[in-house]
């Protein structure tokens, strides 16, 4: 049984930081891409940063610079480092494991962010 489990959400106020991080059960996450995705109250999901099998990363334009995506794969995780946070990176934040070759696709249950200005 798959499992993504996410924890490290929380309350912090503008300007902390967070890390969130992801343990992936029942997968080998060596050959998954991982990726963050948030989705802020009445707004469509958004992609937030992605970590390739291989260690590349991609992040949303709007977050370059203020978060980190990495993975240790010895551990099962993947984490998102999120720093000078904004009350507009409040939302749940989820993650995404897409097998590198048949892409399967499975979710974590969602950490909720709340940032207080």
């Known amino acids: 049984q798959v499992q993504l489990v996410e924890s490290g959400g929380g309350l912090v106020q503008a300007g902390g930081s967070l890390r969130l991080s992801c343990v992936a059960s029942g997968i080998l996450p060596s050959v998954y891409n991982m990726a963050w995705y948030r989705q802020a109250p009445g707004k469509q999901r958004e992609l937030a940063a992605t970590i390739s099998s291989s260690g590349g990363t991609t992040y949303a334009d709007s977050l370059k610079g203020r978060f980190t995506i990495s993975r240790d794969n010895a551990k099962n995780t993947a984490y998102l480092q999120m720093s000078s946070l904004k009350p507009e990176d409040t939302a749940v934040y989820y993650c995404?494991?897409?097998?590198?070759?048949?892409?399967?696709?499975?979710w974590g249950q969602g950490t909720q962010v709340t940032v207080s200005s």
């Open positions: 995404k494991a897409v097998h590198e070759w048949s892409a399967r696709t499975y």
